[in-house]
């Protein structure tokens, strides 16, 4: 699989907990927020953002849950802030997910090619939709089962956004749980970006109509296993970090097992360090 980025081992600079968090990251929030973004916390001006779309650059300031690396929350803090590697080499990690929505009739998998416009990861396949859900009340759970419950619903909040999906075709009854996965990866040559997330991996069968939010898609593509597979080959092609780790460890035996057997993994309450 063709990429441009690097995964590192989940080993940060230093274990963050509640007690130390506040005097390593100030611009953390040591509570929920009250609203979904962070007024104030991200300036046109910044020279991290110099160059970038509006619309991206104004979807920095979305209030991520800060964790520690139990998976629980500490705080909360801008999206800019969780995403600048300067942080997250000295451990700043947050809460993600990945959701895979699969057509009930061909089995196959909803790729999408994120924009051209997306400050992390631009142009890259990935899978459906993956995004984070927010550190406000809905979202956030102390606890694995409201963590999967907020985790859905954001699941399903993004998928309207990303990709117009109504959320009556997406019920978060129907999403399941399959386990977490831990990693650290830079998003591209410059540095300056990346991810270290916990993320949350989440399966669907259902139909869908799309409309898709060009300022955040470029291109989608159902797919097969073996369609995927021969995507990998293409040099071309490059994929996200968090698409290529969980496609190399349990995608593909989850996949054929989409219909009977997937409850051996359902409620999975171990967090899989990539």
Not at 120 to 139: A, K, Q, R
Not at 182 to 209: K, P, R, T
Not at 256 to 272: Q, V
Request: aromatic content about 8%; overall charge negative; proline content about 5%.
């Amino acid at each position: 699989m063709s990429s441009t980025t690097t995964i590192t081992k989940t080993q940060p600079a230093r274990r963050i907990t509640a007690e130390n968090v506040l005097s390593i990251f100030p611009d953390v929030d040591p509570g929920l927020a009250s609203s979904h973004r962070a007024p104030g916390s991200v300036s046109t001006v910044d020279p991290s953002l110099a160059g970038h779309d509006a619309e991206q650059i104004r979807l920095m300031e979305e209030v991520c849950i800060v964790l520690d690396v139990d998976d629980k929350p500490i705080g909360s803090a801008s999206k800019k802030t969780c995403h600048l590697m300067t942080n997250i080499e000295a451990g700043l990690l947050h809460r993600a997910f990945s959701i895979f929505l699969f057509n009930p009739t061909t089995r196959k998998l909803l790729l999408q090619r994120r924009a051209a416009e997306k400050i992390t990861f631009p142009g890259m396949w990935t899978n459906t939709c993956c995004s984070h859900p927010l550190g406000v009340p809905g979202e956030t759970g102390a606890d694995l089962g409201e963590s999967i419950a907020g985790t859905k619903r954001a699941a399903q909040r993004k998928l309207g956004h990303e990709l117009g999906i109504k959320k009556e075709q997406v019920p978060v009854e129907d999403m399941r749980f399959l386990g977490r996965i831990h990693y650290l990866a830079n998003s591209g040559m410059d540095g300056i970006w990346g991810e270290h997330e916990i993320d949350y991996i989440l399966f669907i069968q259902a139909d869908v109509d799309l409309a898709v939010n060009e300022n955040e898609v470029q291109d989608i593509r159902y797919v097969s296993p073996q369609d995927l597979k021969e995507m990998f080959k293409e040099e071309a092609l490059t994929f996200t970090p968090w698409f290529k780790l969980i496609c190399n460890s349990l995608l593909f035996e989850w996949w054929e097992h989409l219909d009977k057997g997937l409850e051996n993994w359902e409620g999975d309450t171990e967090i899989r360090r990539m």
